[in-house]
């Protein structure tokens, strides 16, 4: 994704939509959690749609969280190591008690029983999920940075998250 001068961006690299069983969803905020985030999902090895939609179940059978948003899916090109698959990707808004360590290693054990490699950096995934924003928290550590630096810059993050912030978006 370019940024333009006027600070725009350009979309050339979405390819297309792709909508779910899960994607887009909506239900009411629960009003007894603590935070609330938003959590990015990528991945372009294997059937990624079916992934997410597993990965969306077991998030929503989990007490420890409540998805009350997501975003429809888009597939886009890579970035930064681009001789790879295509990605798909999407935005959730889940709400939790646990603090945004406790969810970065939920999240990344998630990563793992979904067969996550972590070969090299920008490299194919099964599956990639990213705490893009946390109660409007800012941190930066050696493990995580809030919000992700990614968030400004990313076709899979801005379109996503905007399509599902827009309330006349049809879902």
Same mark, same amino acid.
């Given at each position: 994704?370019?940024?333009?001068?006027?600070?725009?961006?350009?979309?050339?690299?979405?390819?297309?939509?792709?909508?779910?069983?899960? #994607?887009?969803y909506?239900?009411?905020?629960?009003?007894?959690?603590? $935070?609330?985030?938003?959590?990015?999902i990528?991945?372009?090895?294997?059937?990624?749609?079916k &992934?997410?939609?597993?990965?969306?179940?077991?998030?929503?059978?989990?007490?420890?969280?409540?998805?009350?948003?997501?975003?429809?899916?888009?597939?886009?090109?890579?970035?930064?190591?681009?001789k790879?698959?295509? #990605?798909?990707?999407?935005?959730?808004?889940?709400?939790?008690?646990?603090?945004?360590?406790?969810?970065?290693?939920?999240?990344?054990?998630?990563?793992?029983?979904?067969?996550?490699?972590?070969?090299?950096?920008?490299?194919?995934?099964?599956?990639?999920?990213?705490i893009?924003?946390?109660?409007?928290?800012?941190?930066?550590?050696?493990?995580l940075?809030?919000?992700?630096?990614?968030?400004? $810059? &990313?076709?899979?993050?801005?379109?996503?998250?905007?399509?599902?912030?827009?309330?006349?978006?049809? &879902?």
């Amino acid at each position: 994704m370019k940024r333009l001068d006027n600070g725009f961006i350009q979309l050339r690299d979405v390819l297309k939509f792709q909508k779910s069983i899960f #994607f887009p969803y909506k239900k009411e905020r629960k009003n007894f959690y603590k $935070y609330e985030f938003y959590l990015g999902i990528g991945g372009n090895l294997g059937n990624s749609k079916k &992934r997410f939609e597993y990965f969306f179940h077991k998030l929503k059978k989990d007490k420890r969280f409540f998805v009350n948003q997501t975003s429809p899916l888009i597939l886009n090109k890579a970035f930064g190591y681009t001789k790879q698959p295509d #990605f798909l990707n999407g935005v959730l808004r889940v709400q939790s008690s646990k603090s945004a360590s406790e969810v970065l290693k939920i999240m990344q054990h998630f990563e793992k029983i979904f067969k996550r490699k972590r070969s090299f950096k920008n490299a194919p995934r099964t599956l990639d999920l990213d705490i893009l924003y946390f109660s409007n928290k800012t941190r930066i550590s050696k493990k995580l940075i809030l919000p992700h630096p990614g968030v400004k $810059y &990313r076709t899979s993050v801005v379109l996503p998250l905007g399509l599902m912030l827009n309330k006349d978006f049809k &879902r």
